[in-house]
């Protein structure tokens, strides 16, 4: 579903239109912006910016096991292996 005036939150039947996905896209500039909703800015996070770097410092300084640090911040154990991977909080 593509809005023709680019607001999400508009979603009046004369603002929408169905377009295939690469006409989407294209009309967006090659895809989603890749900074939308980054980090604290997800209404889904967890984590803040200061949690995230805490994790990445008692990991590295081995104070704390993945297991350890899943358990202390109420988080997966692959959320703490993808902020450690850096195939989450990236952006830091």
């Not at 005036?5 to 989407?24: G, I």
């Not at 997966?76 to 991977?85: F, G």
């Amino acid at each position: 579903m593509h809005h023709k005036n680019e607001n999400r939150c508009d979603n009046r039947v004369e603002n929408l239109e169905y377009v295939s996905r690469s006409v989407h896209y294209g009309t967006r500039h090659d895809g989603p912006p890749r900074n939308y909703l980054r980090g604290e800015k997800n209404p889904n996070a967890i984590l803040t910016k200061e949690k995230v770097i805490e994790i990445r410092q008692e990991f590295t300084s081995g104070k704390a096991s993945r297991h350890k640090l899943a358990e202390k911040h109420r988080v997966s154990y692959y959320a703490i292996c993808d902020i450690l991977t850096g195939k989450s909080w990236k952006h830091l």
